[in-house]
C-alpha cells in the first residue's frame, strides 16, 4: 500500500511542473504566439528610423563612426528573441497568471486565430493608405503655407494614391 501512495505522490509531483506554468512561461508563450508574428512590421519601423537618424547626422554633417556603430548595435539588438522577451517582461509583471492563460487560451482557439488573421488585414498597406494620404496632404498643405516647395513630397505621398 505505501508503494502505491509513494507512486501516485512521485508522479502527481513529476507532472505538475509541466502543466502549471510559471507566469512568466505563460506571459513569453503569449507574446511568441501574439506578438512574435509582428516583430518583422515593427524591425522594419526601428531600422527605418536609425537610418533616417544617421541620414540626418550625415546631412548636417555630425556623422562619425561612432554614430555609425551606435546605430549598427542598436539594430542588432533589436531581434525577435529580445523583442519577444521585452513583451513577455511587461506582461508577467502586468497581468495575473490566469489573465495569461485566459488570453493565450483565446489567441490559439478558432475564434482567436481568425481574430489575428482579421487584425493583420487592417495593418495592410492598403487599408492604411486613408491614412497616409490625409498627412501628405496636411504637410504638403504646411509646406506650401511656409513658402517652401511640396514637390519633394509629390514622390513620397505618390506611393498611397
Do not use: H
Not at 554614430?67 to 542588432?76: A, G, P, Q
Amino acid at each position: 500500500m505505501k508503494s502505491w501512495i509513494l507512486a501516485a505522490a512521485l508522479g502527481m509531483t513529476a507532472i505538475a511542473p509541466a502543466s502549471a506554468q510559471t507566469t512568466q512561461a505563460l506571459a513569453y508563450k503569449l507574446a511568441e504566439v501574439t506578438v512574435g508574428e509582428n516583430f518583422k512590421d515593427v524591425k522594419v519601423l526601428i531600422d527605418g528610423a536609425f537610418d533616417n537618424l544617421q541620414k540626418t547626422a550625415a546631412a548636417s554633417g555630425k556623422s562619425d563612426r561612432t554614430l555609425e556603430i551606435w546605430v549598427e548595435e542598436m539594430k542588432n539588438a533589436m531581434n525577435r528573441e529580445n523583442f519577444i522577451k521585452v513583451i513577455g517582461d511587461v506582461w508577467a509583471r502586468d497581468m495575473t497568471r490566469d489573465e495569461l492563460q485566459q488570453a493565450l487560451d483565446f489567441v490559439t482557439s478558432p475564434v482567436g486565430r481568425k481574430f489575428q488573421m482579421a487584425s493583420e488585414t487592417v495593418k495592410s498597406p492598403r487599408n492604411l493608405a486613408p491614412i497616409f494620404r490625409d498627412a501628405c496632404d496636411r504637410a504638403k498643405s504646411r509646406v506650401t503655407a511656409a513658402g517652401g516647395k511640396a514637390t519633394d513630397l509629390d514622390a513620397a505621398c505618390s506611393q498611397f494614391r
